[in-house]
């Protein structure tokens, strides 16, 4: 069996027992989408926020949905490692090992995605007039959708290899992916913090999260107040490669692969 | 039984393995050279940590060596892994089949892995899991079996392929006698189709029934190897057991 068709047969088998759980998926990023909506775009407003701050954080809710699995897919890829080792088989089938692990990437990328593909028309059905659509991109929207969760396959990968053992996972979050989604500008566009503190808005330049944030509410809510949509892009691929490189040579290592 | 063995299926060349920690090294194996004869079946035999979970890993291609060559068909299997991957068929310890997937689907996800036809799989899935008498788990997930079913599965999806070579690492630890027993007679089969048999153990009683040779390793190295009769022999005992407790005598003195 040619490699390419190996590494396309594992992949169908890894989405066959996704298949099984999608519905679950699509359930728990449906929950986010309708309290964040119920939260900010019908509750705040009676507290003063304005009505367009609801629709803000809505939009931000594609790319968190597809971050936040992250947590998933890294714990249940620990437990593996520290438990039955399948990832074991896989390492002995004939196929280059590198090519187990961009499996794995592409195929945590679908599964995070898939959920979070049904959030936007969601979204428009729950806030209606409240979302203008004006000033959507169809293209810029498939372009940085795609990035995004391509960038959390890679980025879960790097998170696994940084984890010690299964015990260790809640430090990871705490540490690491809490304080990442909180200046990622997921409750705030990032030219609001450069006004307040420049230092700060160019530290969040490393965050790569900020530039899933940024490009999505560019491409669905339009461009003006945003960071550049084509810089956003051009960011994610290059933490892509930096985290899925940086991913791989940490698990051989750990896993101590041929 | 062993002068019948002559043509060499793979040689092991000072095989060497190191653990390198903050503040000591461990040599898991320290200079290994064998070679393995087509059709034997090779017991690997050794206390805990001697290193052969260790060797069946590199030889199964899991773990690279530090230092040496595994030589396969007169080239080293580093050379192209992925060709020799498909010589082998690997057991691990630890089942580690996928429990999301019945049965069949672990079967047919494992021939589709290692190239068999799809023309033929459907008969080579029906002929393995007849032979290992799986008919009646083929639609159960693997969860659900006793762990002498999920030794079976196991070695079964790893003969999916016809492998010339395959690696039991302690394929009958803590299973009940009566199924050691049926498992054995499923490791003699194997030798019946001339496959290649390595068996890590520490049942001695397992190793020497089943062994057309026995390597016995000590702390990474070959302590002795030598067929299972000449080992008694040599040492005058009449069980293997008697001879692999003298060796630990002799270790600790």
Known sequence: MSKIKLFLELLKTDLFIYKKIIFDSLINAAIWLVSTVIIFAYIFPHIGMPKAFGTFIAVGCIANSIFWDVWTTSTSFIADIEGEKKINYFLTLPIPNTLIFVKQIISYAIKAGIPALFLLPLMKLLLWNRMSLANFSLTKFSIIFVLISIFVGAFSLFITSLIKSIDHVGNIANRFLFPLWLFSGTNYPWKLLYSISPILAYLTFLNPLLYAMEGSRAAILGQDGYLPFWACAIMLVIFTFLFGWLGIRKLKKRLDFV | ?253
Not at chain 2, 36 to 64: C, D, Q, W, Y
Not at chain 2, 101 to 120: D, H, I, S, W, Y
Not at chain 2, 148 to 169: C, E, F, M, N, T
Not at chain 2, 226 to 242: A, G, H, I, M, V
Request: hydrophobic content about 35%.
């Open chain 2, 1 to 253: 039984m062993h002068s019948n063995f002559i043509k060499t299926l793979i040689q092991i060349k000072n095989l060497k393995k190191y653990f390198f920690e903050k503040t000591k090294t461990t040599r898991a194996l320290d200079g290994i050279s064998i070679d393995i004869h087509e059709g034997e079946i090779f017991g690997l035999l050794g206390v805990n940590g001697a290193g052969k979970t260790t060797m069946s890993s590199i030889l199964a291609t899991l773990h690279p060596p530090t230092e040496g060559d595994i030589i396969f068909e007169n080239k080293s299997i580093y050379d192209n892994i992925n060709r020799f991957r498909c010589f082998v068929g690997f057991c691990p310890q630890k089942p580690n089949l996928i429990n999301d997937l019945t049965v069949k689907q672990n079967l047919m996800l494992a021939g589709r892995c290692f190239g068999v036809p799809e023309t033929e799989l459907q008969n080579r899935v029906q002929e393995i899991v007849s032979k290992y008498q799986l008919e009646q788990y083929i639609d159960s997930k693997p969860g659900v079996l006793s762990g002498g079913y999920k030794q079976r599965v196991l070695i079964a999806r790893s003969l999916i392929h016809k492998p010339k070579l395959i690696i039991l690492d302690e394929p009958t630890v803590g299973l009940d006698p009566h199924i050691r027993h049926s498992l054995w007679e499923n490791i003699r089969d194997l030798k019946k189709e001339n496959i290649t048999v390595i068996l890590t153990t520490h049942y001695l009683d397992e190793a020497e029934l089943l062994s057309d040779r026995i390597c016995i390793l000590d702390s990474g190295r070959i302590r002795l190897i030598d067929t299972p009769e000449n080992l008694k022999s040599s040492f005058q005992k009449s069980r293997l057991e008697d001879v692999f407790i003298q060796l630990m005598q002799e270790e600790t003195k």
